[in-house]
C-alpha cells in the first residue's frame, strides 16, 4: 500500500527504500529534497533515476490540506481554514512576532473534551487527526512563510492532543528528527488540559518538549463546571502526575489561566492559586477569555486584569500575560470552530 511520507520517520523510509532494492543514501536523497528543497512531487526530484522516481511515485504520495479560507488579522496574526481529504475541517494559525513565527495546529478533528468556554468544544469530536495530517500543517505553514522562517510549533489548534496521542507522538519525532524538520524540543509545546495516564505516558517516552497545561481555576469544584475533565483528573492527581512529569523531564511546566470576568479572578481563586503552583517549579501564562458566540462567559476589564496579576505578583517573572493576537479574526486562543464564511470581502 502506498505510504504517506510525511509520516515516516528516516529509518521508515529507509527500510521502505531498501525493501524496494534500493541503496539506503536514496532515502537520504529523498528526504532532502522533501525537507530542504521542500519538493514533495517525485518527478522533480532530478538527482533520482527516471526509473525510480516513477517506482517512488506508485509506493508514497504527500497529501497536504488545501487551504480553503486565509484571514489576516490587523496584527498580522493568519487563520487558515483547511479542508482534509474526507472534507472535514480543521484551522491554524501563524502568529509572527518579531523574529519569531509560532505556528499553532490541530490535533484533531473538534475536541471530546468539553471545556465550556472553548469554541471547539461545541464541535464535539469528529475524528484523530493521521500523524501526516499533523506534520503537513507545518510542512503548508513553512511554504507559505516562504523566506521567513518557522521558529515555533504549539499543540493549541483544536483538539486535545493527549486524546491522539500516538498520532501525536510520532509526528513530534518527525518534527525534531534533524533529517525531516529538525525542529529543537523547546521549540515545541504541547498544551493539555490534563489527561493524567496520558502526561504520565508522555514521561515514560523519553521525548523531549515543552508542556503546558490548562488549569484555569485551582479550586477543584470550580474546574470541574468548566472542565469537566476535571471530575474524572482531579487538581491533586493532576498535581502529583506533573511533579513527576517535572522530575524526569527537563523543563519547567507552563500553567495556562483563561482569566473568566466574575468566576475565576477574585481573592479565593488567587490564594487556591498561589497554594496549587507554590511547589511546582513551573511557569503560569494568564490570558483573558476571548469571546465565544453564545457562550455565557464575560472577559474581565484591563483593571480587573492588573488587579488579579498584582495580587501574584510574589511569583514575579515566572508569570507572563500573553496578550491575545489575532482576536479579530476569531483567531485567538479557543475561538477555532473551523467555521467556514462565504462572504468574505476578497
Ligand atoms: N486541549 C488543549 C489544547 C487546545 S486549547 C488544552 O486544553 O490545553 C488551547 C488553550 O486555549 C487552552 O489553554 C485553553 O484553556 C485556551 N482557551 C480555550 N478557550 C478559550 C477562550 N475562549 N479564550 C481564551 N483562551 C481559551
Known amino acids: ?17 531498501l525493501d524496494l532494492g534500493e541503496k539506503k543514501f536514496r532515502a537520504k536523497q529523498i528526504l532532502n529534497w522533501i525537507y530542504l528543497k521542500k519538493i514533495t512531487n517525485f518527478a522533480e526530484m532530478t ?40 472534507e472535514s475541517k480543521i484551522e491554524m494559525v501563524l502568529i509572527p512576532n518579531g523574529k519569531k513565527n509560532t505556528l499553532c495546529i490541530s490535533s484533531q478533528v473538534g475536541c471530546a473534551r468539553n471545556c465550556q468556554f472553548c ?19 507545518v510542512f503548508l505553514a513553512i511554504q507559505e512563510l ?39 524540543p523547546r521549540r515545541i509545546t504541547l498544551s493539555t488540559s490534563g489527561v493524567i495516564p496520558q502526561i504520565a505516558k508522555l514521561a515514560d517516552t523519553g521525548i523531549k518538549m515543552k508542556l503546558a497545561v490548562s488549569l484555569n481555576s485551582a479550586i477543584q469544584t470550580k474546574r470541574e463546571i468548566i472542565m469537566p475533565i476535571s471530575t474524572t483528573y482531579s487538581i491533586s492527581e493532576l498535581k502529583k502526575t ?22 475565576n479572578i ?25 469571546e465565544v458566540d453564545d457562550l455565557p462567559y464575560k472577559t474581565p476589564s484591563d483593571k480587573e486584569i492588573e488587579k488579579f496579576i498584582n495580587s501574584m505578583s510574589v511569583l514575579s517573572s515566572a508569570i507572563t500575560y500573553r496578550k491575545s493576537r489575532g482576536a479579530d479574526i476569531d483567531a485567538a486562543c479557543g475561538q477555532l470552530a473551523a467555521k467556514y464564511i462565504h462572504n468574505v470581502k476578497e
Request: charged letters at 25%.
Open 1 to 17: 500500500m502506498a505510504k504517506q511520507v510525511l509520516e515516516l520517520l528516516p529509518e521508515e523510509l529507509i527500510q521502505s527504500i
Open 47 to 86: 538527482s533520482l533515476s527516471e526509473t525510480l522516481r516513477l517506482k517512488l511515485q506508485n509506493q508514497f504520495y504527500t497529501t497536504l490540506p488545501t487551504v480553503i479560507q486565509r484571514s489576516i488579522s490587523i496584527d498580522g496574526t493568519k487563520k487558515y481554514l483547511l479542508s482534509l481529504s474526507d
Open 119 to 137: 469554541a471547539t468544544a461545541k464541535l464535539g469530536l469528529k475524528r484523530n487527526l493521521e500523524t501526516y495530517e499533523i506534520t503537513s500543517q
Open 146 to 184: 516562504g523566506e521567513d522562517k518557522l521558529t515555533n510549533i504549539v499543540f493549541m489548534g483544536m483538539g486535545e492532543p493527549l486524546d491522539n496521542f500516538d498520532n501525536v507522538i510520532k509526528a513530534i519525532r518527525i518534527l525534531q528528527d534533524d533529517l525531516c524538520f529538525n525542529f529543537s
Open 242 to 263: 506533573l511533579i513527576d512529569f517535572r522530575r524526569k523531564t527537563s523543563y519547567r511546566i507552563t500553567f495556562e489561566y483563561v482569566m473568566i470576568k466574575d468566576f
Open 266 to 290: 477574585g481573592n479565593e481563586d488567587v490564594k487556591a492559586l498561589l497554594r496549587f503552583l507554590g511547589d511546582i517549579s513551573c511557569k503560569l501564562n494568564v490570558i483573558k477569555w476571548n
